[in-house]
């Protein structure tokens, strides 16, 4: 009998464990439901993944824990209402400095509380993570999803952020340059023929992971008048590895390397290495990161146009000089942030 | 082995550090809030009084840490008595619902359930085939191989689980990586961080029954670990019972997985400190396991999500902690492999 | 009749061996019987094949009147225990929990042992004076305790007919005795007692019936001093067994003659020689 009364009242306490938790859950799912009371004036937007959310008129504060949504913040001149940020460039300390002191609230997911705790009046983060996206907006932090890995996509992401922060002219205006300079490039390589075009590869994490037709980096090289070698490469995941003799065997004018602190590569290396030394880009010296190291400008966001133009200038120096090149950069710092950068420092 | 005044006592002390651990657990986090204000915000929800001024306050209390405190105490129970029994019915101390393949069988069957765009209900039920279809080609090894071994056991637990493990990586190369790939990695990495009433609602009805219907079986999970043949001569139908043992323990597994993701070491080692305080007999270790479980993952996830400036996924925490701990009971207990 | 068994033979699938030919027996309610045979010869199989745990290749096993075939695990559990050479279970339960085990066949499924289960394990390890024991863990006592465990575990079935897998096996001399006045005792108290031994000695000793089983898995029974004879005992052993009655002991023992000279040392011998002889000298024909 002591096991039996044992086991009853530890069948009890369970049960009751149980049963306190599902009161908890009925208790607080109304709670839940209730949004935090409407500011004096709020707008409704669509974000890009295709949620409708309620923002408010004048957004104060944002949060931020996805990389490229910060170069989008930053180019729109809102650094200073960034409340929570995980990545900060030195570009983004340089341009606003308070940045320095604006703590973490989680890195590629949120850290919910931390998120909380900072109460931003929006957050901003990849489309793609609806988990991240709909946990901030339970907690009542309004969230925006956004995608940046096409030209289409990062104009659009560019237009919503600018009206959700109340920066639509400045967007207008970063757009338009980004239109601008991606027209000039393709109108002057139109006449090139397919068969005098540059040949290109952008070369990832590892040797043998190539950017393939869907990928931003391939638009840049294709903008700029060249040709992606792995275009036609069929890959759902990005960067997908396609090996070092196909490699060899597309033997590329030009081979541009992501500028990425954890690759298992250097570019100095494989200069070096005879069983390389053979590679046309190897050969002509046609290898390089792509700049710039302070402002990566293959990651999403309107610095991108200065990627293509980078490339246009390596392809054609004689239809593109690096002064026109030079001039161009200026021209986008001093639009976007007002000031230029020292050539060295930005690492171009 | 303890008198049952001594378990009675350490089934009350589990039950008030349980207690202890789930107020303290709802009074720390990043968000600045005073202990005696959260527990103002847990009164006055729970007796529908007048809310608090702080709204936010209020959703960090009632919406995040109040599910994830739930959620942690639900799930460590839920693997610590899947674990048990496991050990229990397969006679065999070495084995957990991780060791048998079952949690990662459960992964696959979630990834692919998210592969085919189904959610919710569509995930439980894969994860729940996939867990089963795990522990079946488990046991089915050391039985092709008439082998009774626990090592076999825990072998075949290794070749199922490392199976598992390449058509996980195979279904992640052939997820979209933008939309299905992060979900799918966010199962293998175990965590509670998004955790929200509606996903652990949903578990709890299967969680539930299956605690019950493996307390009510525990005095025979202790006569079917006696081995097959002792317990045929017991008169009891072992396969059925067996089959019926492995059914909700597996379903306790898949449960977890679907709201947590796979968190290790937690199914093998729970039961055996458990049976360090109240000795083998499933009738009480089951119980006893559950609460130890329950404050064991609440600890480790309140650590998870307050220390450091970003969150680290339980298993890290659960490996760090469980590994020497198994290594440790191994010396101490010198137990019999064999 | 408890067991009515008839033809019956079994053949292990993987291999052709038949184990048991034939094999014809019946067992009356308050009966021992000792079933003796040289190693392999099927003694453990026949058992198993009693209880069920295997299933004959032909032939047919009635327990009270019913086939055997037809009967769940639970109802042969009712009417029969069985005691099975001791082996160390994964978890050290209390003697007092494991013994309780034996209720299993009497508790409905999803219950457990009530108090009426406790006193009667409490009342087998009082029967075989081992209360001292209960609150021990199973993994912790000696062989001798553990095969007094299991007998007792037996007795809580409250079966009809207890069978006993070479109980002695494994058990020093002194345990051996204690365990064979236990099933002894068993008898007396109104069990049916099967039980196998590869001591003929064994079987003697308890006397009661005894089926030999050969080595071609053919069995013959009759009672004890009829059916043992030295001529028997050559035949199944393939050595010779002397049968010699002890006056002092009023009963007649199996004995081994003295070693032969082969394959021992000198020593070794000569201690056998002195062992032997004072024996040999007051050896009354």
Known sequence: MKFKGMHKVSILLIILLMAT???????????????????????TVTDMAGRDVVVPAEVKSVALVWGPSSSFVLALGKGDIVTGINYKSELAVKVVPKLADVPSVGKGQADLEAVAKVKPDVFVHKATDLETLDAVQALGIPSIGIVAETSEDLIKATELLGKVLGAEKKATELIAFYNEKNAFAQNLTKDIPADQRKTA??????????AHGDMLQSFLVETAGGVNLAKDIEAKEIWPTVGTEQIFAWNP??????????????????????SFAKLKAIENDNIAYIPAHQDLWDFPGVQSSLGTLWMLNQFYPEKYSEADFIKDVEAFYTLTYGTTFDREWLGY | MPSKWLVLSINIFLLAALAICVVWSLCVGKYPITPLESLQILYANIFGLAAPTDQMAENVVMGLRLPRIMAAVVIGAALSMSGATYQGIFKNPLVSPDFLGVSSG??????????????????????????????????AIPRLLKSDSNIMLVLSGIIVGGLMASLLGLLKYIADPETQLASIVYWQMGSLSYVNLPTLGSV????????????????WIDVISLGERDAQTLGVNVRWTRNVAILCSTLLTASAVCVAGTIGWLGLVIPHFARMLVGPENTRLLPAAALVGGIFLLVVDTAARTVGSSELPLSILTGIIGAPFFAWLLYRRRMNLH | MIYEINNLGFTYPQTDRSILNDVSLTLAEGSILSILGPNGAGKSTLLNCMVGLLTPTCGEIKLFGQDLGTMTFREIAQVVGYVQQVHTPAYGYTVLHFVTMGRAPRIPMFGRPGEADKKAAWDALEVLEITHLAHKSYTEISGGEMQKAVIARAMVQEPKVILFDEPTAHLDSGNQLRVLNIIRDMAERGYSVVMTTHNPDHALLLGGEVAVLSRDGHLQTGPVNEIITEQLLLEIYNTRLCLIPVPELLRVACLPPRLDQGGQGSQGRMKALRLVKPVARERID
């Open chain 1, 21 to 43: 938790l599902l009161a908890g859950c009925s208790s607080n799912q109304a709670e839940q439901v209730s949004q935090p009371a409407p500011k004096d004036t709020t707008i």
């Open chain 1, 253 to 274: 004018d030009f081979i541009f390397c992501e500028d990425y602190t954890g690759a298992a590569y250097k570019i100095e290396e494989l200069k070096t290495d005879p």
């Open chain 2, 106 to 139: 459960a992964c696959i069957g979630a990834a692919i359930a998210i592969l085919m765009a189904l959610s919710g209900t569509g995930i439980q039920i894969f994860a729940f085939c996939g867990g089963l279809l795990a522990v079946t080609i488990t046991v």
């Open chain 1, 201 to 210: 590869l952008v070369m990832g994490s590892e040797i043998g992971k190539v």
């Open chain 2, 204 to 219: 709890l009805p299967a969680i539930i029954i299956s605690t019950i219907v493996i307390l009510s079986m525990s005095w």
